[in-house]
């Protein structure tokens, strides 16, 4: 897959436990491929309807892969408003999409939506514990972590990319009792200065 820069990250998450992986913004579902070949289980959350038809189609084979259209967020049951641009990639709860990476134009709201949401919590009591979370929600991180407040999940490994939320995401690093926190800057010459990816894990 690619993002080949991360690779040490996908080796620590299958470093324990396996029996879980969760992929919140899942768009195409190259995540959702790896954790199905490492973790017993797979729960991909997507908001964009044009990846989620994708999803089916390419996860109807395999029986330890379940798609929920939803939005993560703090919290389940509700109704959130998504941003759709011309490329699903930059699908977001955000109205102003924060740049990522280095050449990339602005990205205008081609439509908006309304879509159920889910949170973290949710997913934990209709799945279990969860072993590993990979964040990829363009802007709204912040709001995803905030949905996780159950015990279990402060020894979640998470690996989350981070688009000019730091401070968000620190604030939920620190509630959530992480210390060991892994910060890698994006590669691309020119990719802004906000937009990296932060792994976590805890001995706890």
Known sequence: MSEPWLNEFRDRAI???THLAVDIGANSGDWTAWAAEHFEYVVAVECDDRMIVKLR??????PSVTIIHAAAADKGGKLMEIHKRPSP?????????PIGAGGQ?????QSSEVVNTISLDDLVKSYGKIDFIKVDVEGGEGVVMAGATR?????????IEVHDTGRQVGEQCVRLGY??????????PGAHPEHYWVYLENDV
């Not at 189609?57 to 395999?62: A, T, V």
């Not at 990639?89 to 999409?97: W, Y």
């Not at 015990?151 to 690996?159: A, E, G, N, Q």
């Open 105 to 109: 134009a602005p990205a205008p709201i």
């Open 151 to 159: 015990d279990c999940l402060k020894k979640t490994k998470w690996l």
């Open 179 to 188: 210390k060991n926190c892994r910060v890698m800057r994006h590669p691309i």
């Open 89 to 97: 990639d930059q699908t977001s709860i955000l109205k102003v999409h």
């Open 57 to 62: 189609e390419r996860f109807s084979d395999n």
């Open 15 to 17: 470093s324990g436990d």
